[in-house]
C-alpha cells in the first residue's frame, strides 16, 4: 500500500500559491544588475558620441578637419569692458586671417611672388618654406584689413584662403592700457582687467566653447574715461613741462576704495602694443616700488598723534642735525628751533620726525605701517602688484629714515590708500577697478587709526597748503589738502641729490574728503625760471591742474562762502 504524503504550502493567504521569501542575497543581485545595467548604457552613449564624431570628421576634408580647433579657439568672444557710465573701454571685432593650404597650392614660388605683389613685409623664405611643406594648414598672416583680402582674393591663387577671427579693441588707445591690459593672437587676456576676467572663468568658457557673445554680459570697471583722460592729458604735460623720464597718477574714491582714474607714464596703446614689454611700460603706480619720501611724513605724524603720546601741541626739538654713527640726519630748509607738530609738517622737518617716531618706538612704527597695508602685497584686481620691501630687521636707524620716507619701498597706489584712511575717518579700504557701493566698502573696511586722528591729519593736510610746501596745489574753492614728497633716488648703491623721486599726496574736499590724488614725477629737471625740481615746484601744481579739470567731472563743484574754521582742530 503507497503511502500518500500530504503537499506542504508555505504560507500565504487567499488560497494561492505562496512563494518563498526572497533573501537579502537575491535582492542585492537584482540591485547590482539593475546598476550594471545603468552604466553600459552611459557607455554606449558616450562611445555613441564619439563614433558620431569620427564619422563627421571621415566625411569632412582632412584640411578642414585639422582646424576645428583652431577655428573655435580665434572666433572666442570676451566680454565688453564699459566704464562706469558705460562707455565702451575694450570690444570684440570681426577682420579676416591669411592662410594656406599646402596641398592645394600648385607653385609655392609662384604663389608667394603674388601675395608679395599685395602685401606689405612678406617673409620669402618663411612663406615659401610654409607653403612647401605639405602641410593641411598653415597660418600665414593673421588680422588683415578688409582691402587686402580683396587684393589678395583677385590674385585668385589655389590653396590661399581665409578665416574670420576675433580682435579685440580699445577705443581709448593708450588713455587707460595699463588698466584694461592685453590680449594675445589668439584673443586670450594676458594683463590688466583682461587677464582678470579670463581669470575669473571666462577661459573656461573659451575651452568649454560658451563664450557666445551674445550670451557675456559688459565688465563694467570703477573708471571714468573723462577723468582718465584729463589725467593723462594733465600727466603728458607735467613730463614735457619737467623733462622727467616717467610720470604715474591716480585719483581714488576715499569713500569707497573705487579707483576712478589711474596712469602710468609711459604708456602704450593697445590696438598696437608693439612696445608694450619695454622696461620702460612698467605700470609703476601698481607694479613698481619706489621711497616715498616725505608723503610718509604723513604717516608718521598719524602714527604718532593716534598713539596718544604725541598731540598739536606737542613739541620736537629741530635745532640740531641728528647723528647717528657716521650717518647725519638734517632738514632741507632748517628752522633750527623748537617746532611744534603743524609746524613740522609744514615745513617737512626730518629731524622733528624722526624724533616723532622714536616716541613710538621701533616695533610700534612697523606695526602701524603693517596695519596702513604699506608693508604687504596690495590685494585687487589687476594681476600686475609688486610687494613693497622693508628692512629685513628693523633697528633705530631704519625707523629714523623711514619715518621720513627712506628705507621702505612701497607702491604708489597703496600710498594712495593708506591716505584715504588718514582722511576718511580712520578707514582702510582695499582699491577697487570694479564699481563698490558704500555698503560693499564698510564691509570690507578697516577700522585702523582714531576718527578723532583723521580730523587732526585733515587739518594738517590743508594747513600744508594754505602755508606750507604745497601751496601750489591750491584750487580756489575746493578746500585742497596734501604732502609733498621728494625722495633722492639710489643710483649706483649712494642716494643722488641729481636724481629725485617726487610726489603731491593730496585729497579733496578737506572738510569732507571725497577723492584723493596722488602724482608722481620720475626725475624731474627744473622749470625756466625755478631754482630747483622739489616736489612742491612740480608735482603739487600738477595735483592742482589735475583737481581743477577733474573733480568737476565728478560732481564737486567749488564752495566760496565755506569758513576756513570748518577745518580747523581745537588744541
Same mark, same amino acid.
Given at each position: 500500500?503507497?503511502l500518500t504524503l500530504p503537499r ?6 487567499g488560497?494561492?500559491?505562496?512563494? &518563498?521569501?526572497?533573501r537579502?542575497s537575491?535582492a542585492l543581485?537584482?540591485?547590482? $544588475?539593475?546598476?550594471?545595467g545603468?552604466?553600459?548604457?552611459c ?9 558620431? #564624431?569620427l ?5 569632412? =576634408?582632412?584640411?578642414h578637419a $585639422?582646424?576645428y580647433g583652431?577655428?573655435?579657439?580665434i572666433?572666442?568672444? $570676451?566680454?565688453?569692458?564699459i566704464?562706469?557710465?558705460?562707455k ?13 593650404e599646402?596641398?592645394?597650392?600648385i607653385?609655392?614660388?609662384e604663389?608667394v ?10 617673409d ?10 605639405g602641410a ?5 598672416r593673421?588680422?588683415?584689413?578688409p582691402?587686402?583680402?580683396a ?6 591663387i589655389?590653396?590661399? !584662403? ?6 579685440r ?6 588713455t587707460?592700457s595699463h588698466i ?5 593672437v589668439?584673443?586670450?587676456?594676458t594683463a590688466?582687467?583682461e587677464?582678470?576676467v579670463?581669470?575669473?572663468g ?5 575651452d568649454l566653447?560658451l563664450?557666445?557673445?551674445d550670451?557675456?554680459?559688459?565688465? #563694467?570697471l570703477?573708471? =571714468? ?6 589725467l ?8 614735457q ?7 604715474g ?5 576715499a ?12 604708456d602704450?596703446?593697445p ?12 605700470n609703476r603706480?601698481?607694479?613698481g ?7 610718509f611724513?604723513?604717516?608718521t ?6 598713539s596718544?603720546r604725541?598731540n598739536?601741541?606737542?613739541?620736537? =626739538?629741530?635745532r640740531?642735525?641728528i ?7 638734517d632738514?632741507?630748509?632748517a628752522k ?7 609746524e ?5 622737518s626730518?629731524?622733528a620726525t624722526?624724533?616723532?617716531?622714536e616716541v613710538?618706538?621701533?616695533? !610700534?612704527?612697523?606695526?602701524?605701517l603693517?596695519r ?5 602685497r596690495m ?13 629685513s630687521?628693523w633697528k633705530?636707524?631704519n625707523?629714523?629714515?623711514i ?5 621702505v ?5 597703496q600710498?594712495a590708500?593708506?591716505a584715504?584712511?588718514?582722511?576718511n ?6 582699491p577697487s577697478?570694479l ?8 564691509a ?14 585733515r587739518?594738517?593736510?590743508r594747513?600744508?597748503?594754505?602755508n ?10 575746493f ?6 614728497g621728494?625722495a633722492?633716488k639710489?643710483i649706483?648703491g649712494r642716494?643722488?641729490s ?6 603731491f599726496?593730496g585729497a579733496v ?8 590724488v596722488?602724482?608722481i614725477?620720475?626725475?624731474?629737471? &627744473?622749470?625756466?625760471?625755478?631754482p630747483?625740481a622739489?616736489a ?7 595735483? !592742482?591742474?589735475v583737481i ?9 563743484t567749488p564752495r566760496?562762502?565755506? =569758513?576756513r574754521?570748518a577745518?580747523l582742530?581745537?588744541?
Open positions: 500500500m503507497a506542504l504550502r508555505f504560507g500565504g493567504f488560497g494561492g500559491p505562496a512563494r &518563498p521569501p526572497l537579502r537575491d543581485l537584482r540591485m547590482g $544588475r539593475g546598476r550594471l545603468i552604466a553600459i548604457v557607455f554606449v552613449a558616450v562611445y555613441a558620441v564619439i563614433g558620431g #564624431r564619422v563627421q570628421y571621415g566625411l569632412t =576634408d582632412l584640411d $585639422r582646424n583652431v577655428n573655435d579657439r572666433l572666442a568672444a $570676451r566680454p565688453d569692458l566704464d562706469r557710465r558705460g565702451l573701454m575694450a570690444t570684440d571685432i570681426r577682420v579676416p586671417a591669411l592662410y594656406g599646402p596641398r592645394r597650392v607653385d609655392p614660388d604663389a611672388e603674388a601675395l608679395a605683389s599685395v602685401l606689405p613685409d612678406v620669402y623664405q618663411d612663406w615659401h618654406r610654409k607653403l612647401s611643406s593641411g594648414f598653415v597660418w600665414l593673421r588680422e588683415i584689413t582691402k587686402q583680402q587684393d589678395v582674393m583677385a590674385l585668385g589655389p590653396g590661399i !584662403g581665409f578665416r574670420n577671427e576675433t580682435r579693441f580699445y577705443p581709448g588707445g593708450a587707460a584694461v591690459g592685453l590680449v594675445n589668439d584673443n586670450a587676456g590688466g582687467i587677464k582678470y579670463d581669470d575669473q571666462l577661459g573656461t568658457l573659451q566653447g563664450d557666445q557673445s550670451a557675456l554680459e559688459p565688465v #563694467r570703477s573708471i =571714468d574715461t573723462g577723468v582718465q583722460h584729463v593723462r592729458d594733465e600727466l603728458v604735460q607735467a613730463m613741462r619737467y623733462q622727467a623720464i616717467a610720470a597718477g591716480v585719483i581714488l574714491n569713500k569707497t576704495g573705487e579707483v576712478v582714474a589711474m596712469v602710468s607714464l609711459p602704450y596703446d590696438n598696437n602694443p608693439f612696445n608694450a614689454h619695454d622696461k620702460d611700460r612698467l603706480m601698481s607694479a616700488t619706489f621711497e616715498m619720501g616725505s608723503t611724513k604723513a604717516f605724524t598719524a602714527m604718532a598723534l593716534d596718544g604725541v598739536l601741541q606737542s613739541r620736537f =626739538d629741530a640740531n642735525p647723528r647717528y654713527g657716521r650717518f647725519t640726519i632738514d632741507f630748509h633750527r628751533r623748537i617746532l611744534s607738530v603743524p613740522t609738517f609744514i615745513y617737512s626730518n629731524i624722526a624724533k616723532m617716531a613710538v618706538g621701533i616695533e !610700534g612704527h612697523r606695526e602701524f603693517a596702513l597695508g604699506l608693508l604687504d590685494d585687487t584686481q589687476l594681476p600686475e602688484v609688486a610687494r613693497p620691501t622693508e628692512p630687521e633705530q636707524l625707523s629714523i629714515t619715518s621720513f620716507g627712506h628705507g619701498s612701497t607702491t604708489p597706489l600710498t590708500v593708506a584715504a584712511a588718514l582722511v575717518g580712520g578707514k582702510l579700504i582695499p577697478f564699481p563698490r557701493s558704500q555698503a560693499q566698502a564698510n570690507v573696511a578697516a577700522q585702523v587709526i582714531k576718527p578723532e586722528t583723521s580730523a587732526m591729519m587739518y594738517l593736510f594747513l600744508n597748503v594754505e606750507g610746501s604745497g601751496r601750489r596745489a591750491e584750487v580756489d574753492g578746500f585742497v589738502g596734501g604732502k609733498t621728494t633722492e639710489v649706483n642716494y643722488s641729481d636724481h629725485r623721486f617726487n610726489a599726496l574736499p578737506m572738510d569732507d574728503p571725497q577723492y584723493v596722488l602724482v614725477i620720475d626725475e624731474p629737471k &627744473p622749470e625756466e625760471g625755478q630747483s622739489t612742491g615746484l612740480n608735482a603739487a601744481p600738477t595735483v !592742482g591742474r581743477r579739470r577733474a573733480v568737476p567731472l565728478l560732481g564737486l566760496y562762502e565755506a =569758513d574754521d577745518l582742530v581745537s588744541y
